[in-house]
Each structure stands twice: as structure tokens, then as C-alpha cells.
């Protein structure tokens, strides 16, 4: 035991020394609440797909298991970030490393879907939304999608389907209920080394669900 505990304080040390920011998973939750950020009758509903969450949540946790290995095997080498290789082996001296999910984040100026229903409806409609939709990546610091595969295992040609149902309350006469239908994503943020020099932080983000923005008036 003493043993152990000596190891996990050498660990410890050498992470600190690094200034290594050990990955963080989160796990976001469907959710539906009332804002006026856009008006006071909008409503923003967000319809995650739990599938697609749980996809989600499961690689981010095969990286942590990974990551964990790597601690454990790390036998007084000093640079255990692993340089990322893809299935043809091509290579790349960027190391990526640290994957953290910020949260959740949909392009708000861009709705897939938009429609309006007049009243009056005594039961709202009930609208089935559906989309498909891959995951995306910015490229900073020279960053590329295989690298990111090889690393995170996230497939950037896989296309997702989105299928969601959502009841609307009545529309009364003289009303009207105008919504819009977004893709709802997973954000993940991780850091870019080129051998022991630090780049900074690149991010990508995997579609997880539907979000509706409605509006009565």
C-alpha cells in the first residue's frame, strides 16, 4: 500500500509539474424552459436524443479509460501523450490530449426547419422534427478530422439522424404558433502540443439532439 500511495503521489507531481488538465465529463440533460431572450412568448424547448447522448457519453468515457492506462503505465517516462496515428498510418507530431465536454450549443441564427400554424387548435399539433447531421471540427493549429478519429474515435463522415416528437399546447383563435427546429450539440474542447510546446485549444462537437424555438402570438 505504501507503495501505491507513492506512485499516486509521483503521479500527482508530475501532472502538476506538466500543468496537465486531466479530462472533465460532464453529462448534460434534457431539458425544457421558458426564456425571453428573443421575446417574452418564446419558448426554447431542447429535445436531446438519448441514443445519441449515450454514443456520446461513451466515447468520451473510452478516452478516460484510455488516458488512465497511460497514467498507469507511465514507468517514469516523462512525455506519456500518446502521438496519434491513423489506420494508414499517417502521422502527425501534434498531440492531442485533455478532451473536456463544455456543454451544449446549437447555431442559432441557422433553424433547418421553419413554419407557422394559425388557430384555432383545441388539442396543438403534434410535429415529429427530423434532421441529419454530422460532427464538425474548426481545425485550429492545424488540427485534422483524422487525427481527431484516431484519437477520440469520433467519425466525422457518420451522418446522424434526429427524430423527435413534440406535443404543442392549444392555439386559441386569433393566435398563431410560429417555431423553428435546430441541431443540438455536444461541445468538446481538448489541447494541441507539438512535442513539449503548448498550442492551445481545439474543439469539434457532435450533433445529440433537436431544439425548438415557439412562439404564440
Known sequence: MKIFNSI???????LLLTGFTPPVIEEPTSVSQETDEFG???????????VLMKE?????????????????NLNGNSDFKV???????SKSSLILTGLVLEGQFYYGDNPYLVDTIYGPMSTGPKITFYNESKSQYNGEFGVE???????FGVNFSTVHSLTRELQFDPIPAGKRLTYKAYTNYNKYKFYVYNGSAYYGISRYWTPVGIVVHQNLY
Open 83 to 89: 502521438i496519434v496515428e491513423s489506420e494508414n498510418n
Open 8 to 14: 499516486i503521489a509521483l503521479l500527482c507531481c508530475f
Open 56 to 72: 456520446a457519453d461513451e466515447a468520451a468515457n473510452r478516452y478516460a479509460k484510455s488516458l488512465e492506462e497511460q497514467l498507469n
Open 145 to 151: 478530422a483524422w487525427m481527431i478519429t484516431a484519437k
Open 40 to 50: 417574452e412568448n418564446t419558448r426554447i424547448i431542447v429535445l436531446n436524443d438519448p
